[in-house]
């Protein structure tokens, strides 16, 4: 028997943000344990951890760095071979330190079904398989997947059936993986010694070296990806389309097209896998092909689609009035993370403020609802920068933003900015608080309002919904004829924070 654990943003073990979300990743493995008619069974890891039963058998716990006291806790119950994946084994001390067999660096396809493959033929030699951590800090070959490997692989539908509790497959925000990775190979230059970056200056060419003479990993410094997944790779827009068939037949209701950048999307089709986020432009054929497809099919079985992610800086007319064409009102968001353009630059941005809005402006123009994101107590953050940032996102909400996410910073095993300190400072609560209070006054122009919404596993003595076009949850203010999955008109009467609000079942004024 076969356990896949799913601890994605379980953090110690109750998830406090995120409770919609029901990841790929966890599908992914599924999908290759039923290549090989193996039986298993799929938890989240907080449902397994207040189970407190031992499990006897092959263990696959697919985590985040943040997830490492989760996963701490529900090693103490796992008995036979444990293997640990997912972004958390950026860190490959994390094998020993959590007392795993095995762990699975990056892309781990290939590796689980090389493993399987041995273990069937009754062999436990390593040998030949990539991508392997051993406890003794020993490594198989690191390497990433060829567009031809990385196609063979298809996520389960039937896995999503085991998301019986929060987050509850019938109401959550299913992702599917279109595209992998990001073409964002440029280095932080806050890092850089500026004689070697002038002599070699491969960051300024429009196709960056994959390695970089200082030994800085590519991309943002706050982000594991390039370094993790290699160039982008793009899913094969047959297999997408019969995945998604598949999970709206199964009853999941929201699907959401999910990338570090949608607009990535079929670009490796053009001329090669990018490594520039900008050179070549987005495959506008391949977007629009995809989107009619998936729209076709929302309209055939009832469900709802939005894309995710975006970079500012592939965002242009065209690819804004294809999105708006068959996305139009639903959310989108863009990462911003500061409103200083020579701070975005210290970090490793590809796009500065300037691009951000424009692309909010374009989204907007074209019928979608931008989220914009924002990171406080970066490197390098200061007086300046604050205020700049402020300045950004109070200008962000005047032109439509929707939605104003901050993040702290957190320095990741993998990313250029991994051991540095976070300092928050008076200057990072100036940017929560102001967040938190244009995202109260988004919340109560909802009030009065009626929005369409699906009803979520109760919490407490409370029933909850999420808005089908995508919003703030919704507390439910009536309980009778309740039930999850179910679709319902809800009437706006108030707003509980800068996150949630509250309302009626409208039917239940008539």
């Known amino acids: 028997m076969f356990l896949i654990l799913d601890a994605l943003a379980s953090g110690s073990g109750r998830r406090l943000s995120s409770l919609d979300v ?72 994390v094998v020993r330190r959590l007392g795993f067999d095995l762990g699975v660096w990056g892309e781990g396809e290939l590796s689980l079904e090389l493993l399987l493959k041995g273990w069937i033929g009754n062999k436990s030699d390593t040998r030949g398989i990539p991508n392997l951590l051993f406890p003794d800090g020993t490594t198989s070959e690191l390497r990433y997947l060829s567009r031809e490997e990385f196609l063979r692989f298809k996520p389960s539908v039937n896995a999503v059936r085991f998301y019986r509790t929060i987050p509850h497959y019938k109401c959550s925000r299913v992702y599917v993986e279109v595209v992998r990775s990001c073409s964002n190979f440029n280095r932080p230059k806050i890092l850089v010694k500026e004689s070697l970056c002038e002599t070699c200056s491969s960051c300024y060419s429009s196709r960056p070296a994959l390695k970089c003479p200082q030994g800085i990993p590519p991309g943002c410094g706050y982000c594991s990806i390039p370094l993790l997944y290699g160039l982008p790779k793009s899913r094969d827009e047959g297999s997408l389309v019969e995945e998604i068939e598949g999970l709206a037949e199964a009853g999941v209701r929201r699907i959401v097209l999910s990338g570090a950048d949608f607009l990535e999307y079929g670009r490796d089709l053009l001329s ?36 995710e992610n975006v970079k500012p800086c592939l965002v242009n007319e065209d690819t804004a009035s294809i999105l708006g064409r068959y996305l139009s009102g639903t959310p989108i968001h863009v990462g911003v993370e500061t409103g200083d353009s020579e701070h975005a630059k210290m970090i490793g941005r590809p796009c500065g403020p300037h691009d951000s809005i424009r692309a909010v402006k374009l989204l907007k123009k074209h019928g979608l609802r931008p989220y914009v994101y924002f990171i406080h107590s970066l490197p390098g953050q200061s007086e300046v920068t604050v205020s700049r940032t402020v300045n950004l996102m109070r200008r962000m909400f005047r032109i439509g933003a929707e939605k104003i996410t901050v993040y702290r910073f957190k320095p990741l095993p993998g990313t250029a900015f991994w051991g540095f300190d976070v300092k928050v400072d008076g200057g990072s609560r100036r940017i929560v608080r102001l967040a938190i209070q244009l995202n109260r ?17 109760k919490v407490g003595k409370r029933w909850y919904a999420y808005p089908l076009e995508g919003g703030p949850t919704i507390r439910l203010l009536s309980e009778e004829g309740i039930e999850v999955g179910k679709v319902i008109d809800v009437l706006i009467k108030g707003v509980l924070s800068d996150r949630a609000v509250e309302g009626y079942p409208y039917h239940r004024l008539a």
């Open 441 to 457: 006054r988004r919340k109560e122009e909802l009030v009065g309002k009626v929005v369409r919404a699906v009803v979520a596993p």
């Open 22 to 93: 029901i990841g790929a990743g966890p599908r992914l493995i599924a999908g290759i344990l039923e290549k090989f008619n193996l039986e298993y069974r799929l938890m989240r890891i907080e449902d397994f951890l207040k189970s407190g039963k031992l499990f006897k058998g092959v263990s696959l716990v697919s985590a985040m760095s943040m997830d490492e006291a989760s996963v701490s806790r529900a090693s103490r119950l796992l008995r036979g071979l444990r293997i640990l994946g997912g972004p958390i084994t950026s860190d490959p001390g």
């Open 272 to 307: 090669g896998p990018p490594k520039n986020p900008v050179d070549p432009g987005p495959n506008l054929e391949a977007i629009e092909s995809l989107l009619s497809k998936v729209k076709e099919l929302s309209i055939k079985h009832g469900f709802f689609f939005e894309v």
